[in-house]
């Protein structure tokens, strides 16, 4: 990988890192020689260490040290090349994407029976799609970070998917970036959302693994 190419790629995980504490309201990121660590203090998810750059070596420091449960890494690299690296006592999550999209200011309109609302508060922008009944159909968040909005906790319930919903939440919230100075969106997807991001031009920068210490 060239300085410049990895370079890139370590601004885009701090930006999603920045981003994802505002979003989710936890304390800043603490950064550490091997990357970024989160002092989040939920039940289950007491800490995150985001390591761009993960090494057998790296792991092994950074597992062995780590002794409470609910402890959280996040690491750039594919769960196959991760997985004979954990010692005992940890469990990997499914697959996850970082991803960038260059955003765009396009007009989504809510499709019929449903109403779009676009709310902002302590730094995060909501986009939810609700119905007659006030329902929440779909909803997507996100919060800048210099150049980046760092795109959160999209989702659309069950029983209102493949509707197109998704597709106008995303361009809400790109649309409503834009206007607040951000040119690129960054992300980590599900296999599922990764789906969605593609299907609107957005790119795949690197396998994410996340892996949980369970003692």
């Given amino acids: 990988m060239t300085k410049a190419l990895e370079s890139t790629r370590l601004d885009t995980v701090r930006a999603w890192v920045d981003g994802w504490t505002v979003s989710r309201g ?11 660590r989160v002092d989040t203090g939920l039940p289950g998810h007491v800490a995150r260490h985001v390591v761009p750059d993960p090494t057998p070596a790296l792991i092994q420091r ?11 890494l996040k ?3 594919p769960a196959e090349l991760i997985a004979p690296w954990l010692p005992p006592g940890w469990a990997i999550d499914p ?9 765009a200011r396009e007009h989504a309109a809510a499709p019929p029976g449903y109403t779009l609302a676009v709310t902002t508060r302590a730094g995060v922008t909501v986009a939810r799609l609700l119905t007659d ?10 919060a800048t970070a210099g150049w980046a909005a760092v795109v959160d906790r999209v989702e659309t319930a069950e029983n209102h998917r ?21 040119t690129t969106g960054v ?7 990764r789906k969605l991001y593609e299907s609107l031009g957005w790119r795949l920068r690197s396998p994410m693994t996340a892996a949980v210490f369970t003692g």
């Avoid at 493949?162 to 607040?180: D, E, F, P, Y």
């Fill in 26 to 36: 936890t304390p800043p990121p603490v950064t550490e020689p091997w990357g970024l």
């Fill in 62 to 72: 950074l597992t062995s040290a780590i002794t409470v449960p609910g402890t959280w």
């Fill in 75 to 77: 690491l750039c690299a």
């Fill in 95 to 103: 697959p996850e994407y970082l991803m960038t999209g260059t955003l």
């Fill in 133 to 142: 009944a006030g329902e929440i159909a779909a909803r997507g968040q996100f």
């Fill in 162 to 182: 493949r509707r197109g919903l998704g597709v106008v939440v995303m361009k809400t919230l790109a649309a409503t970036a834009v206007s607040r100075g951000a």
């Fill in 187 to 193: 992300l980590v997807a599900t296999p599922e959302g």
